[in-house]
């Protein structure tokens, strides 16, 4: 996001580094902000749909992995706190730390979209991706397929967000092995952590929404 | 002497710029392109309509014609007309800044916005787009046969150029003042800029991803708006219109925003109410995202849902009706005099308030459903959007062009062309408030032949309109090069852009500015000012 150089120097339209952080951050944050409302739109749809339908959306809900979907909750959890190691390592000027964290965040990553695939491929064994080729067993087939399409409209856009993390955690982990960011410098770790961490919310709530409905 | 114009040549040197006040003169050609390609089909959509019946084109043709009228005015000029050029160049020049604080973020939002246009200009090439710049479903979706896709992933790109502006200028303005420039000495432009951001990173993600579940329903077939998939289009409706009523502020704030600085300036006063106008920039902000419900009274909405959103919709006009009446209490015992930009003020002032006026009408439950899709509606948002926001950007660009090329364009014909936009606007669109109001439905390549004199006035307004905007551009060009050389502050204004030299250095300002004065500080120096 800023447009900084290695080190302690700071971009030529700043005052000095600490007003170039500031920055950077507070962009962090508005952008989060639109992500909260990219996704919002989605959250109403699901509220608007699931208190229409509940019969058959709890009865759709019942065909997602439940399993699965709490190993990967669990993943996800794991990797933000290595990711929030990570950013303490680079606070504190540790560059093996740094690299060891970083890359554990990115296998836990990996993970949780291999496993997400998985229940793609579940799905689609199943006949349970809109489309002409839907069916579904139940008693309200049409409202199910609603319930679907937010589910694969809700978690792909989640694990596009996982994907577009994955990368930005390769750039990081090519910059702190060149040793980039130093304890006066690591505000891309720091912002990039802040991403994963907002990624890792979303989860936390789609995974209740989607998985767990009727079940209490 | 060393400018940004002249620091460094070549297209190179443009293309791969971070400069702000460069990346607002790529989006000033950008955008002047997309305003003639929707003026090109606004003329088509006039000439069909000389006549009742349907000779020019039939109705397939005319309605991609409206709707990339709409398209390209709407998503790729209006929205990015005034912050795009006139906020990028100024918000960091007025503070007192060297550029925006994120001055790649800044060019790389140029590039999504072309990249988007692109998209949408291959779309209108290979075939159009029919379905209005709603996209209503389910007709988007499952029934029109044109690219909606391509034109939907076009808009969905450009919203980011959007969303990257608006966070660029927030970020700026919290973080980037000049010592002494306090919250309530920023010119009424920043503020006005502030309240659009606020809109744009708030209500653009949520069209993305309207837009986007759109182009999913109909690529992929993931029901979302479609009834016969079990979705529900008004939900479509509600998505598109919690950003598309929205969006209408972010059109507006920033030109109201060039009203403020070009009314002081000309009548040689403080502004009346400063804290009133900043405050109502904010509270049009907040409350325009509580009345989209106000487009959709016939849409099966419940009576009680359209109660309230009346009521709101009544609300905002308040704030909207503060800045007129803070604008004309400026003008009260001013200095006036009438150069062009202030004859676009005057006139952004006459037609926006004939066009909020009408607004209200709108917020009347019983007569909007009367005038509800007639040539009411039409009549009323282009006194907004063309009236009002084209007006402001006009003026605007013609009060700061000094300060962007060096150059004094010419006088008289900055003044008879603002006269004859004046006077072709209010040709085309008056005619259509009283053929709404007698019934003619909008987005209809025919009617009947009672409605031909009013139609008939209304093309010939709109072709006195169109030679009212190919003046400028001509006189404008040739002042690039022939002009002659403008002094750093022309118009004796006040403001950190006029202290600077025209045309200001990289990186703004020779030192750093220190602010020690409110904003519109005139008549405290003498010399400007005979009236106090």
Redesign the interface.
């Known amino acids: 996001?800023?447009?900084a150089h290695a080190g302690a120097l700071h971009?030529?339209?700043?005052?000095d580094a600490d007003?170039q952080k500031?920055?950077s951050t507070?962009?962090m944050w508005?952008?989060l902000?639109?992500?909260i409302?990219?996704?919002?739109?989605?959250f109403?749809?699901y509220a608007?749909?699931r208190i229409?339908?509940p019969a058959a959306w709890a009865a759709a809900s019942h065909h997602l992995d439940v399993r699965l979907g709490g190993i990967n909750t669990v993943v996800l959890i794991v990797s933000s706190l290595t990711m929030a190691m990570a950013v303490h390592a680079a606070q504190l000027g540790r560059r093996q730390q740094l690299v060891v964290f970083l890359i554990l965040t990115m296998l836990l990553g990996g993970v949780f979209v291999g496993i997400k695939a998985v229940e793609y491929q579940h799905k689609f064994a199943e006949g349970h991706v809109?489309?002409?080729g839907f069916h579904f067993e139940g008693a309200d087939g049409?409202?199910a397929?609603?319930f679907f399409?937010?589910y694969?409209?809700m978690t792909g856009?989640h694990a596009l967000h996982m994907i577009i993390g994955f990368g930005l955690l390769a750039w990081l982990l090519a910059g702190s092995l060149k040793g980039r960011f130093t304890p006066s410098y690591y505000t891309p770790v720091e912002m990039i952590g802040l991403y994963w961490h907002f990624v890792d919310i979303v989860w936390i709530f789609l995974f209740p929404l989607l998985y767990l409905l009727g079940r209490h | 002497m060393s400018h940004y114009l002249n620091h460094d040549y070549g297209i190179r040197s443009w293309l791969l710029t971070?400069d702000h006040k460069r990346i607002a003169l790529l989006y000033l050609i950008s955008a002047t392109v997309m305003f003639m390609i929707g003026g090109i089909f606004a003329l088509l959509v006039r000439l069909e309509l000389l006549t009742p019946a349907g000779d020019l084109m039939q109705s397939e043709t005319y309605n991609k014609m409206f709707t990339m009228h709409g398209i390209a005015m709407v998503f790729f000029f209006l929205i990015p007309a005034v912050p795009a050029v006139l906020g990028n160049f100024l918000v960091?020049m007025m503070i007192g800044?060297?550029?925006?604080?994120?001055?790649?973020?800044n060019l790389l939002s140029w590039y999504i916005y072309t990249i988007g246009a692109l998209f949408t200009l291959w779309a209108m090439i290979s075939g159009g787009v029919d379905t209005g710049w709603t996209f209503y479903t389910p007709y988007s979706t499952a029934w029109s046969n044109t690219n909606v896709l391509v034109t939907g992933v076009g808009i969905f790109i450009t919203g980011f150029s959007s969303?990257l502006t608006g966070?660029?200028f927030?970020?700026?303005i919290?973080?980037?003042r000049a010592p002494g420039m306090t919250w309530f000495r920023l010119p009424l432009f920043i503020w006005a800029h502030y309240a659009a951001s606020i809109i744009m990173?708030?209500?653009?993600?949520?069209v993305?991803?309207?837009i986007?579940?759109l182009a999913?329903?109909r690529g992929?077939?993931?029901?979302?708006f479609d009834p016969a998939?079990?979705?529900?289009p008004v939900?479509f409706q509600?998505?598109f219109w919690f950003y598309s009523h929205p969006a209408v502020y972010i059109m507006i704030l920033p030109s109201m925003g060039v009203i403020s600085e070009l009314v002081a300036c000309f009548s040689r006063k403080r502004v009346f109410g400063y804290s009133f106008i900043a405050f109502s920039s904010l509270t049009i902000a907040l409350v325009g995202f509580l009345v989209w419900g106000h487009h959709m009274f016939v849409s099966s909405q419940s009576v009680y849902a359209g109660l309230v959103f009346s009521v709101l919709s009544f609300v905002v006009a308040v704030p909207s009706a503060v800045k007129v009446f803070n604008w004309t209490a400026t003008l009260y015992k001013g200095t006036i005099t009438f150069e062009t930009p202030m004859i676009y003020a005057f006139g952004f002032i006459g037609l926006f308030t004939i066009g909020g006026l009408t607004g209200l009408f709108l917020a009347s439950i019983g007569l909007d459903v009367h005038v509800h899709d007639t040539y009411f509606i039409v009549a009323h948002f282009h006194y907004i959007m063309v009236g009002g926001v084209i007006m402001g950007y006009l003026g605007g660009l013609h009060f700061w062009w000094p300060k962007i090329t060096g150059r004094m364009y010419s006088e008289f014909w900055g003044r008879i062309s603002a006269a004859i936009i004046f006077i072709g606007f209010n040709l085309t669109f008056f005619p259509q408030f009283i053929l709404g109001y007698l019934g003619m439905p909008r987005r209809y390549h025919a009617y009947p032949e009672e409605f031909q004199v009013l139609n008939v006035m209304s093309t010939a307004g709109a072709s006195i309109l169109g030679v009212g905007y190919l003046i400028p551009l001509v006189y404008l060009f040739w002042s690039m090069r022939y002009g002659k050389p403008a002094s750093d502050n022309p118009w004796g204004a006040r403001g950190l852009e006029w202290t600077t030299p025209s045309p200001p250095p990289v990186?703004n300002f020779p030192v750093?500015p220190v602010v020690t004065e409110e904003a519109y500080a005139y008549g405290t120096h003498g010399k400007e000012s005979p009236v106090g």
């Open positions: 996001m800023a447009d971009a030529h339209q700043f005052e007003q500031d920055a507070l962009g508005v952008f902000l639109t992500e409302l990219f996704f919002g739109g989605m109403l749809a608007v749909y229409a339908y809109p489309g002409p049409r409202h397929q609603l399409s937010l694969f409209a856009m | 971070k960091p800044a060297r550029d925006l604080a994120f001055p790649r973020v969303i966070l660029n927030i970020v700026t919290h973080r980037m990173i708030l209500g653009t993600p949520v993305a991803i309207t986007l579940l999913l329903e992929l077939h993931l029901g979302i998939l079990g979705g529900d939900l509600h998505l990186e750093t």
